[in-house]
T-cell receptor
Framework: DQQVKQNSPSLSVQEGRISILNCDYT??????FLWYKKYPAEGPTFLIS?????DKNEDGRFTVFLNKSAKHLSLHIVPSQPGDSAVYFC????????????FGGGTRLMVKP | DTEVTQTPKHLVMGMTNKKSLKCEQH?????MYWYKQKAKKPPELMFV???????INESVPSRFSPECPNSSLLNLHLHALQPEDSALYLC???????????????FGAGTRLSVL
């Protein structure tokens, strides 16, 4: 039973264009959502987060949108750069489970020069 | 500084060996985590230490034994592992459990473990 899903295993985007990575969840108790970026042979790096009481959070080229009624969040990267090529994991925090994070399966983003 | 340091980076061990993975952070974080990640899969939580006490054990086999000697260090002792235990083992830390709004987990680079 996957509570956090990233339905696109991979995404290819041209440099300079927008990358949109999607994430769906089922547990309405999740109160915080995070995006991590992972390069090969490295640990996940925290990228951006959003509280469940907000619908948008922006940090430079990265914006996360949350649609609570649809239980859907997305990460927008504008403009995309080749260095953004990595695996992106969305994670959700359950305050009723010791603030554990539940991760989605990841989306591999490839930004072509 | 958001650095979590894991050693060794790579480890090859036989099924009868005993080895340990180490994790260190100096961010004053009071929660530390062990995750296991297989190829093309998300990280799977194994253990959580909160204020040096084991708070979550996700039904991990006893051949994995965690230890938290102090608030900066986290070890994972390995004994009699199986080839299917080969994976990337990730350590993470976060500020703690005080109902923080963020409680962001910061990850180390991981230890790539191969069990022969």
């Amino acid at each position: 039973d996957q509570q956090v899903k990233q339905n696109s295993p991979s995404l290819s985007v041209q440099e300079g264009r927008i990358s949109i990575l999607n994430c769906d969840y089922t547990n309405s108790m999740f109160d915080y959502f995070l995006w991590y970026k992972k390069y090969p042979a490295e640990g996940p790096t925290f990228l951006i987060s959003i509280s469940s009481i907000k619908d948008k959070n922006e940090d430079g080229r990265f914006t996360v949108f949350l649609n609570k009624s649809a239980k859907h969040l997305s990460l927008h990267i504008v403009p995309s750069q080749p260095g953004d090529s990595a695996v992106y994991f969305c994670a959700a925090r359950d305050p009723n489970a010791g603030n554990m994070l539940t991760f989605g399966g990841g989306t591999r983003l490839m930004v072509k020069p | 500084d958001t650095e979590v340091t894991q050693t060794p980076k790579h480890l090859v061990m036989g099924m009868t060996n005993k080895k340990s993975l180490k994790c260190e952070q100096h961010m004053g974080h009071r929660a530390m985590y062990w995750y296991k990640q297989k190829a093309k899969k998300p990280p799977e939580l194994m253990f959580v230490y909160s204020y040096e006490k084991l708070s979550i054990n996700e039904s991990v086999p006893s051949r994995f034994s965690p230890e938290c000697p102090n608030s900066s260090l986290l070890n994972l002792h390995l004994h009699a592992l199986q080839p299917e235990d080969s994976a990337l083992y990730l350590c993470a830390s976060s500020q703690g459990r005080e109902g923080l709004a963020k409680n962001i987990q910061y990850f180390g680079a991981g230890t790539r473990l191969s069990v022969l």
